[in-house]
Nanobody
Framework: QVQLVESGGGVVQPGGSLRIACTASGIQFSLYGMGWYRQAPGKQRELVSHITSGGNTQYADFVRGRFFISRDNARNTVYLQLNSLKPEDTAVYYC???????????WGQGTQVTVSS
């Protein structure tokens, strides 16, 4: 059974930092591209960042230079470092796993990030 479990969310002040993590089980993690998405209340889910199985990264314009994605294949974990946080970054952050060799994609349950003074 495939599971993606996010952790590390919380409440942080504007300008602060947070690191969230997503740990996978039930898949050969190193073969999967991993994405971080977010969904704010009343808004559609949107891509924040993605890292390929080979380690290539991409970022949405609204987080480029502030957020950084990384992966640790030995720990089956993908991280998202969130810096210079803004109130508009408040959302539930989800991770997604996908691979060309697997017709299914997998989502975690999400972790809440709240940026507020």
């Amino acid at each position: 059974q495939v599971q993606l479990v996010e952790s590390g969310g919380g409440v942080v002040q504007p300008g602060g930092s947070l690191r969230i993590a997503c740990t996978a089980s039930g898949i050969q993690f190193s073969l999967y591209g991993m994405g971080w998405y977010r969904q704010a209340p009343g808004k559609q889910r949107e891509l924040v960042s993605h890292i390929t199985s080979g380690g290539n990264t991409q970022y949405a314009d609204f987080v480029r230079g502030r957020f950084f994605i990384s992966r640790d294949n030995a720990r089956n974990t993908v991280y998202l470092q969130l810096n210079s946080l803004k109130p508009e970054d408040t959302a539930v952050y989800y991770c997604k796993a996908e691979s060309r060799a697997d017709p299914d994609t997998y989502w975690g349950q999400g972790t809440q990030v709240t940026v507020s003074s």
